[in-house]
């Protein structure tokens, strides 16, 4: 008699209905995750075509992440309060029309004005995306393999945005950079409503607005503070000011929620293990993997001599790697538990980082970067993949907006302070050598390399020792 063939459980298989849920919110949060990196390589040509100073170029990268950083607390728990569903579409709605105006824009006034609506467009669709993920699939293997996808193609996204702006850049026009926002928010609009179903609270609670208040303000000052660091340095005034009151308004947010009878941000929830480590693994691996990209810009651009479309196309392999490690994430978390995946990813990133600091100054370099970068990136995201299930594990359903708006904001502030410190390692050694050649930026990035790789070994070593299961 033969022997019958293992049948995965149903509960581990998707439904039609499952399937249809899983793309659309996937193809949400890929759009956004293009939409942080496909401009940084247009500036220059959006500078030159609108008339931007070269001063105040920098604002239109600074709006967008100002205003999805800043938010993105508030409008999770929004969703939480008053509905998942209404919030993704009203943030693909906002989406859509934004990007049609930026794409429009005949001033830099105009455009300045889309990056901010982008912005607020991200910082809702993000984290009710996610919670609408998280609450289609119960925890186990389905969310998992889901939460595992969406993080291989946000940060797949985040590379396909620089090839993607090269191209559009170089074969069509920036405003295409834009422009092809729209027929995607189109698409999902008309899609999503009879896919996605939703759920409230039956007694909804006054919204905190006193937490609400101080907790987006400081973001917001937070991360002004970190993109002045970037440009004027650690020590600037206006930087220190910023930090200081973006610092000094999260602790009376914090001193609030203690104290308020319907808290924005429960204390307890702050409290609990997989938030605090969770998080703390996401906002390494952002950091870290982001930056990473910033100093290989320099060294193939500065160092190497490639043009930005070249350089853009270089990163497609990294690209590759984080798909395969996303896909490999879920089933990892399953097989080996989260904090064995997030320490095993971290250390695979952190290995394949410290190769690097062997790149010289000849051409025939790549293949290491190329292999360094696809390796790297399969370890990144089998930390990013660990991080989001540690850190939306554990709560209700009715929380799960708070949970994902919380690691969305650990990945925009990631995101923001990873650039700002590498590039300060570099300048300093830049400086240190007394100029400002090829060398000499290969010094820097081989520097800064070191600490990114060091950085990102530290924390998975936290994450090895630390956290202890309640």
């Known amino acids: 008699?033969?022997?019958?063939?293992?049948?995965?459980?149903?509960?581990?298989?998707?439904?039609?209905?499952?399937?249809?849920?899983?793309?659309?919110?996937?193809?949400?949060?890929?759009?956004?995750?293009?939409?942080?990196?496909?401009?940084?390589?247009?500036?220059?040509?959006?500078?030159?075509?609108?008339?931007?100073?070269?001063?105040?170029?920098?604002?239109?990268?600074?709006?967008?992440?100002?205003?999805?950083?800043?938010f993105t607390l508030l409008f999770g728990r929004i969703a939480d309060l008053f509905g998942r569903k209404r919030l993704f579409l009203a943030g693909m709605?906002?989406?859509?029309?934004?990007?049609?105006?930026?794409?429009?824009?005949?001033?830099?006034e105009v455009l300045l004005t889309a990056r901010v609506l982008q912005g607020l467009?991200?910082?809702?669709?993000?984290?009710?995306?996610?919670?609408?993920?998280?609450?289609?699939?119960?925890?186990?293997?389905?969310?998992?393999r889901a939460l595992g996808l969406n993080g291989a193609l946000m940060s797949a996204g985040f590379t396909a945005g620089a090839v993607l702006g090269g191209l559009l850049t170089d074969l069509l026009s920036w405003r295409w950079a834009f422009l092809i926002n729209v027929p995607v928010a189109a698409a999902v609009l008309i899609l999503a409503p009879g896919a996605l179903t939703d759920s409230r609270p039956a007694d909804r609670p006054r919204l905190d607005v006193p937490g609400a208040i101080t907790v987006t303000g400081g973001l917001l000052a937070l991360v002004y503070g970190?993109?002045?660091?970037?440009?004027?340095?650690?020590?600037?005034?206006?930087?220190?000011?910023?930090?200081?009151?973006?610092?000094?308004a999260l602790v009376v947010f914090w001193h609030i929620e203690k104290r308020s009878p319907a808290p924005l941000v429960p204390v307890r929830i702050l409290r609990r293990p997989s938030v605090i480590w969770g998080n703390t693994a996401g906002l390494i691996a952002f950091v870290t993997e982001t930056s990473l990209v910033f100093l290989l810009t320099l060294y193939l651009q500065e160092?190497?001599?490639h043009s930005a479309l070249a350089t853009g196309l270089s990163f497609g392999v990294l690209g590759i790697g984080t798909v395969v490690g996303?896909?490999?994430?879920?089933?990892?978390?399953?097989?080996?538990?989260?904090?064995?995946?997030?320490?095993?990813?971290?250390?695979?990133?952190?290995?394949?980082?410290?190769?690097?600091?062997?790149?010289?100054?000849?051409?025939?370099?790549?293949?290491?970067?190329?292999?360094?970068?696809?390796?790297?990136?399969?370890?990144?995201m089998l930390v990013i993949v660990g991080f989001m299930i540690t850190a939306t594990s554990g709560l209700p359903d009715s929380?799960?907006?708070?949970?994902?708006?919380?690691a969305t904001m650990t990945q925009q502030v990631g995101i923001t302070l990873g650039i700002p410190v590498?590039?300060?390692?570099?300048?300093?050694?830049?400086?240190?050598?007394?100029?400002?050649?090829?060398?000499?930026?290969?010094?820097?990035?081989?520097?800064?390399?070191?600490?990114?790789?060091?950085?990102?070994?530290?924390?998975?070593?936290?994450?090895?020792v630390f956290p202890r299961r309640r």
């Open 326 to 380: 996303g896909t490999l994430g879920g089933r990892a978390a399953g097989r080996l538990g989260t904090r064995a995946t997030i320490v095993t990813g971290g250390v695979v990133q952190a290995a394949a980082t410290l190769s690097l600091i062997a790149l010289g100054n000849a051409n025939g370099w790549i293949w290491l970067l190329l292999a360094a970068t696809f390796i790297g990136g399969v370890g990144n």
């Open 303 to 305: 160092v190497l001599g």
């Open 226 to 248: 970190l993109t002045r660091a970037g440009e004027a340095g650690w020590t600037a005034p206006g930087t220190l000011t910023a930090l200081g009151a973006g610092a000094a």
């Open 1 to 70: 008699m033969s022997t019958p063939t293992a049948v995965r459980p149903a509960r581990d298989r998707l439904t039609g209905r499952q399937r249809l849920v899983l793309t659309l919110l996937l193809g949400a949060q890929f759009m956004i995750a293009v939409d942080f990196s496909i401009l940084n390589v247009a500036l220059p040509v959006v500078g030159a075509g609108l008339d931007f100073s070269l001063g105040s170029l920098q604002w239109i990268a600074t709006a967008f992440a100002l205003t999805a950083a800043g």
């Open 93 to 108: 709605a906002l989406l859509g029309a934004s990007s049609a105006l930026g794409g429009l824009a005949t001033s830099p």
């Open 121 to 144: 467009a991200t910082a809702a669709v993000t984290p009710a995306g996610l919670s609408l993920l998280t609450t289609a699939f119960r925890e186990g293997p389905l969310r998992e």
């Open 422 to 464: 590498m590039s300060t390692i570099v300048t300093a050694r830049t400086t240190a050598l007394g100029a400002d050649t090829p060398d000499a930026v290969l010094s820097g990035v081989r520097l800064a390399v070191a600490a990114n790789a060091g950085l990102v070994l530290l924390g998975a070593l936290l994450i090895a």
């Open 399 to 406: 929380e799960q907006g708070l949970a994902t708006g919380l």
